[in-house]
């Protein structure tokens, strides 16, 4: 691409450098296989990264899908959960977002994400799979907002997709 010399990952930071997330190529392959494997149910997980620069994905943790129905959605290990926010509470790193599947084969969040984007800037990682394997994956930003009318004072959510770049691409 050749197209990223201007990226230095520090200063600028705008609402366009919050739509790019870097994810390495290492990372990104061992989760669409994780996702493949794990056809026909969902896979999940959390994306973590390091402070000073949380667009950047340092690692994720994988966990166990809970969900009564995994074919059909995904609820984290509450243990997980817990473990993990407790780890990077004292450490340099944050969960900065979550992954998970769409066994159906849709990249896009479902409305059932939409309505558990319970965190304002928070990264959404799906992953799409059918039979064959991985078909895409997209990265996505939630949005909060408050609704323009501000008598029904009532929180409009969103997803805003994020270009996804592997590390590899400039960035030093
Ligand atoms: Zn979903």
Known sequence: MGDCSNITGGNGQGAASDLTVYLSSVLHDALRDLAALQWPEECCGLLIAAKQN??????????????????????????????????????DEMVVGCFHSHPNGNVLPSTTDRARADVDGFLWLIIATDHSGVLKSGMYRARHQKSSNPRDGETIRYFRRCKLLSEAIGLY
């Open 54 to 91: 949380p667009n950047r994905i340092e690692r994720v943790v994988v966990a166990r899908n809970v969900a009564t129905d995994p074919r059909k959605t995904f609820e984290i290990d509450p243990q997980v959960l817990i473990d993990t926010y407790r780890a990077v509470r004292s450490s």
